[in-house]
């Protein structure tokens, strides 16, 4: 229990994940930011062209950077990154824990996984993680409505088949209404089945916690 006094105001977030470089995520993610910028482009080539009496010239080239606008969008649309499969993935995972779905966790989590807490230098193991998530997501420490909200999420990847998920997690206790927000770093690995599966857990921070607060397991 973390008293009145004991609440430190001043939160400072933990230490980001690696952005990808903007061109990886237009072409294969998010391609709106691409074809604003191109559509901005067929219109001042048309424009510029014009006034210098090329209008057929100006037509041709907005033609082509609307091709490449349209090649965006398709690829975006068409191709799904370990990037977005582990982002689609911590959301399921999330939302299974916070409905306390023990036999979600057990077949999201692998054998090896390892939960990590401040403070402690052993983790929990697979089993003690299912039988917590079981007992007090259905009990003491029950959310509201069943419900959390990601609230920020970044993922990287680093290898093939290995990736890591960062996540700020809001979420309001079910008996008493008491709001907490935390930060998670997870870790995942691609099975030979192709789903992705925890392998690591660690609660960065408990926002408003002091540093240095030991987290009973």
Not at 70 to 93: C, I, K, N, P, Q
Not at 156 to 180: F, L, M, S
């Amino acid at each position: 229990m973390i008293t009145l006094a004991q609440w430190n105001p001043n939160i400072v977030p933990p230490a980001p994940l690696p952005e990808v470089g903007w061109l990886e995520s237009v072409t294969l993610e998010n391609p709106w930011p691409g074809v604003a910028l191109l559509g901005l482009m067929v219109v001042g080539a048309i424009f510029v062209l014009n006034r210098a009496g090329q209008l057929r010239l100006g037509l041709m080239v907005g033609g082509v950077l609307l091709l490449l606008a349209g090649g965006l969008v398709a690829s975006a649309h068409w191709v799904f990154t370990d990037r977005e499969a582990v982002r689609a993935r911590t959301r399921e995972v999330v939302a299974a824990l916070a409905r306390g779905d023990a036999a979600a966790a057990e077949r999201d989590l692998l054998a090896s996984v390892s939960l990590t807490l401040p403070g402690n230098r052993t983790g929990l193991s697979k089993a003690d993680i299912v039988s917590r998530v079981d007992r007090y997501m259905n009990g003491a420490y029950a959310l509201k409505d069943k419900l959390a909200n990601i609230t920020t999420l970044r993922a990287v990847v680093d290898g093939p088949g290995i990736a890591r998920t960062q996540t700020r997690v809001t979420a309001e206790h079910a008996a008493t209404g008491y709001p907490a927000a935390t930060w998670w770093l997870i870790g995942w690995r691609r099975n030979d089945d192709g789903a992705w599966r925890v392998s690591s857990m660690e609660l960065q921070q408990l926002e408003g916690a002091p540093s240095g607060l030991r987290y009973a397991p």
